[in-house]
């Protein structure tokens, strides 16, 4: 039972461009929504997260959005560089008895320079 | 700078040969998780720590066992390691819970089993 789907295993996207991960999830008691940035051999790191009282939240080239009617959200990355190729885990959190983070199985971004 | 360091990097022991993955912290988090991480798949939790209130998920086997002995330390024991528990084992903190508490990674522990 997956809660928490990132359907794209990865993705390719020219320097300069935008780059949209999606993230979609199935319980609506998920109040906080974070995407984490992973580099290989390296732990998880964390990028940027959104309220579900929010439909937006930025911070520099990288912008979350959130659409909790479809149970979806996405982060643009704009303009990507190739130090943004990594993989982006989205997670999602809430209190369901006791707290609990789900995480996605990743997207991996390839920026082409 | 303040970190969540695991050691070793990659461990590699025997069938049912019983091993711990250990996890230091010097961000003085109140919160300490394990995950499990196969290939290609979403990190698994495992177990969670407030402070010494210890959390098992519903589905972590009985196989795996974790310590907190302080703040900064907490470990994972596979007391039986099947083929099945190759993976890569990820450390994390956090100051509380919360979804506006990012979790903070250790690079993890990759874990073989021969």
């Known amino acids: 039972d997956q809660q928490v789907k990132q359907n794209s295993p990865s993705l390719s996207v020219q320097e300069g461009r935008i780059s949209i991960l999606n993230c979609d999830y199935t319980?609506?008691?998920?109040?906080?929504f974070l995407w984490y940035k992973k580099y290989p051999a390296e732990g998880p790191t964390f990028l940027i997260s959104i309220s579900s009282i929010k439909d937006k939240n930025e911070d520099g080239r990288f912008t979350v959005f959130l659409n909790k009617s479809a149970k979806h959200l996405s982060l643009h990355i704009v303009p990507s560089q190739p130090g943004d190729s990594a993989v982006y885990f989205c997670a999602a959190s809430a209190y369901t008895g006791g707290f609990k983070t789900i995480f996605g199985a990743g997207t991996r971004l390839f920026v082409k320079a | 700078d303040a970190m969540v360091i695991q050691n070793p990097r990659y461990q590699v022991t025997q069938f049912g040969k019983p091993v711990t993955l250990s996890c230091s912290q010097t961000l003085n988090h109140n919160v300490m998780y394990w995950y499990q991480q196969k290939s290609s798949q979403a990190p698994k939790l495992l177990f969670h720590y407030y402070d010494k209130d210890f959390n098992n998920e519903a589905d972590t086997p009985d196989n795996f066992q974790s310590r907190r002995p302080n703040t900064s330390f907490c470990f994972l024991d596979i007391r039986s390691p099947g083929l099945g528990d190759a993976a890569m084992y990820l450390c994390a903190t956090s100051n509380q819970y919360g979804g506006n508490q990012p979790q903070h990674f250790g690079d993890g522990t990759r874990l073989s089993i021969l």
């Open positions: 319980n609506s008691m998920f109040d906080y």
